[in-house]
Each structure stands twice: as structure tokens, then as C-alpha cells.
């Protein structure tokens, strides 16, 4: 069993940055180190939707609405994945799930306000 637990939302200026964690915990299974690493978001009455993926190595699978603002990044000796978040948008607010093989986190909100 695998626990994904999200953190770093809050509530930021449009232009603003941050850094979303999801540690992982628990009995891995051995797709686990190489599947890709996902993270979505879903804002209040809309569908989820893809933000970013990774596998392991260096690329990646960005929504078009966040390439060049968005960049995931995976620790995997540490079982930390991130979402690093820059120039955010009104359009951002939501919440967002952390994903891998399967296995979900409850997410954290993001709110991007003036």
C-alpha cells in the first residue's frame, strides 16, 4: 500500500510562485520507480486535467497551459515529487492530486487571487 500526502498550496497573487511536495510512503511495488509521476488539478465544476508527468530522465509532459510557468521534478532515493509553479494565473486556482502507478494523494488547494 502507498500513501501520496500533497502539501505547499495556499493562497497567492496572480504572478506569483509555489512549490507543491507529495511525499510518498509505503510498500512500493516495483513499478513505482519507474512509472511516470502525474500531477493534476481540478477547479471548482471542471473535469481534472493533467498539469505534468515525468518518468524518470529528464523529460517531461507538460499541459500547453503551463509550459514555461510549471516545471515537475521527481527525488526518487527520496520518494519526493514536485511541482514548482511560477507566474501563476487567476485561471490556476484549483486543487491538485499527485499520482503514480495508480496511487492518489488527497491534494492541496491552490488559489490564486488579487
Known amino acids: 500500500q502507498v500513501t501520496l500526502v500533497e502539501s505547499g498550496g495556499g493562497v497567492v497573487q496572480p504572478g506569483g510562485s509555489l512549490t507543491l511536495s507529495c511525499e510518498a510512503s509505503?510498500?512500493?511495488?516495483?513499478?513505482?520507480?519507474?512509472?511516470?509521476v502525474n500531477w493534476e488539478r481540478q477547479a471548482s465544476g471542471k473535469g481534472r486535467e493533467l498539469v505534468a508527468s515525468?518518468?524518470?530522465?529528464?523529460?517531461?509532459n507538460d499541459a500547453d497551459f503551463v509550459k514555461g510557468r510549471f516545471t515537475i521534478s521527481r527525488d526518487d532515493d527520496k520518494k519526493m515529487f514536485y511541482l514548482q509553479m511560477d507566474n501563476l494565473e487567476l485561471e490556476d486556482t484549483g486543487i491538485y492530486y499527485c499520482?503514480?502507478?495508480?496511487?492518489w494523494g488527497q491534494g492541496t488547494q491552490v488559489t490564486v487571487s488579487a
Open positions: 499520482s503514480e502507478a495508480g496511487y
Open positions: 509505503g510498500t512500493f511495488p516495483a513499478a513505482f520507480k519507474i512509472d511516470a
Open positions: 515525468r518518468r524518470v530522465g529528464p523529460r517531461t
